[in-house]
């Protein structure tokens, strides 16, 4: 039993370390500490110029390092020797931070996780979005054998960590059906499971898989979420919601996964396949993901305001997309911890805003301009047959109209100064 008072410290150690239990794991920027700053600080420290106050950014790590002649804002690993804390544990009033009148304030638990951060080192870190993902060493586990594939490492450490053992092994046809359902979004075939349970060599499963990522279908299943990603849509959109010609895109994301396009040119291709060298029909089809946006078809909208409107949602959804941010809020300001700026936005935006196109488009309801014509490759073959075909009738019919022409001059000829002509006006009359 310890003692009552030092149950009362070990009860504040944990009272003050932020999420409770954390007292022996270091303070974390992005964890504990920059919310607590733009809450309370940044209305008056934080990005936006025209509210910062004492010319202290507090979101920003060279100006709060920055040597000042009323001493440093923070001195790593001296929480008493920087005025960053002074400042917030100071009783007297006209400078404690935040101001008393601001209506904002720190709890004492607060102001200890603040002094905890500086002594520990008082280090920043970029917005986790912008930290590059490191490669986590694998965990000890209790039965290296039970694991194929490093994911199991984490698993099996996990479950160690809860004293509990792994399921066994699901038995085959179960197996086959989640696999079936996991690579192509359908359920196997009789013949699949039949197979697959007659097949006792030691890599059946593998087999099974090997056929799945060879199926047409596992294109189809892949291309899903992206198609959710890339808002893909059969229809407009707005109003009547009618119908849109989007499906080549769509079929063009399938091939992407069916014939295994690497990330980057995945990327590239729908971003600005269209400005690639010598760009393939292909790769300007790719670019249908910038076109994904809704349209209108509604004749009274006023047209600049729509078409900024479709630029704005290619910026969102690149952002979203492709850099797997919410990239919009800063379309009209600022922001306190949102690190896009709104000059950001519109830099970004002007790479957008390069479409020949109108926020009304002329009523079209299947394809807004600027469009191009993107036959399949089988319908390519047969336009050009088709081609063929018509320059064989047109020729016809041309030689038809000049034969024509000819065999009138000769009947007309035929009748001249013969008298049958006067009769055949009468006959006419
Ligand atoms: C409502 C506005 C407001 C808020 C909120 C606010 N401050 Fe201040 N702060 C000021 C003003 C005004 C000054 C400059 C005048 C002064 O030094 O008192 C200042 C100055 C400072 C300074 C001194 C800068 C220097 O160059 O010496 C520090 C450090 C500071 N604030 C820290 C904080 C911290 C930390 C918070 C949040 C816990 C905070 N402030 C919240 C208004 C604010
Ligand atoms: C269409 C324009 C627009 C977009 C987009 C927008 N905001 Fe705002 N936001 C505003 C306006 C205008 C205000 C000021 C409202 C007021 O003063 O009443 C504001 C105010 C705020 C405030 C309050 C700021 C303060 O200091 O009181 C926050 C927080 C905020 N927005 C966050 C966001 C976030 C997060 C997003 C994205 C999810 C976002 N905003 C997207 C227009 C926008």
């Known amino acids: 039993m310890p003692h009552p008072r030092n149950l009362l410290a070990l009860l504040l150690v944990f009272a003050f370390a932020p999420g409770g239990a954390r007292a022996a794991e270091k303070l974390g920027y992005n964890r504990d500490i920059r919310l607590l700053l733009s ?3 940044y209305k008056c420290h934080g990005p936006d110029q025209k509210t910062r106050k004492g010319e202290l950014s507090l979101n920003d790590p060279a100006d709060v390092l920055r040597p000042r002649k009323d001493g440093a804002v923070l001195v790593p690993g001296k929480p008493d020797e920087s005025v960053l804390i002074d400042r917030i544990f100071t009783t007297d009033e006209d400078d404690r931070m935040p101001p008393p009148d601001s209506g904002l304030s720190l709890t004492a638990a607060e102001k200890e996780t603040l002094r905890r951060w500086v002594s520990e080192g008082g280090e920043f870190e970029p917005h986790w979005a912008f930290i590059a993902p ?3 060493s694998l965990p000890e586990v209790s039965d ?13 450490a996990r479950l160690d960590k809860e004293g509990l053992k792994p399921s066994p092994e699901a038995e085959r046809r179960t197996l086959i059906r989640r696999v079936t359902y ?13 197979a697959f349970l007659a097949d006792r060599s030691p890599d059946a499963y593998g087999k099974v898989v ?7 279908r596992y294109g189809e299943r892949m291309a899903v979420d992206w198609l959710d990603v890339a808002r893909y849509a059969d229809t ?7 119908p849109r010609t989007m499906w080549r895109w769509r079929d063009w994301v399938i091939e992407a996964f069916n014939r295994n396009l690497t ?14 060298p010598e760009a393939t029909l292909e790769q300007k089809i790719a670019t249908g993901f910038n076109r994904n946006h809704p349209f209108t078809i509604e004749g009274g909208v006023i047209d600049e305001e729509y078409r900024v409107q479709y630029v704005s949602d290619r ?6 997309a492709f850099l797997g941010l919410t990239f919009d809020c800063s379309k009209c300001h600022d922001h306190k911890f949102d690190p896009i700026s709104q000059k950001d936005y519109y830099s970004m935006f002007s790479f957008f805003n390069n479409v020949p196109e109108n926020g009304f488009n002329g009523g079209k309801p299947v394809v807004a301009e600027p469009a191009i014509a993107a036959p399949t490759a089988e319908q390519s073959v047969r336009l050009e047959a088709i081609g063929a075909e018509l320059a064989e009738v047109e020729g016809e019919l041309k030689a038809a109209e000049t034969g024509a022409e000819a065999a009138q001059r000769e009947w007309e000829n035929s009748l001249r100064g013969s008298g049958k002509q006067a009769a055949m006006v009468w006959e006419t009359l």
Not at 315 to 320: D, R
């Open 144 to 156: 290296k054998a039970w694991v194929r594939h490093s994911v199991d490492h984490f698993i099996l």
């Open 134 to 136: 490191k490669k986590a």
């Open 182 to 194: 996991d690579l192509t979004g359908l359920p196997p075939t009789r013949e699949e499971i039949a």
């Open 315 to 320: 910026v969102m959804t690149m952002g979203f």
């Open 39 to 41: 809450d309370r600080c």
């Open 210 to 216: 090997d056929r799945l990522l060879a199926s047409p």
């Open 263 to 276: 990330y980057d040119r995945f990327a590239t291709e729908q971003l600005a396949g269209d400005l690639l």
């Open 236 to 242: 407009n959109g707005y109003q009547y919601d009618l």
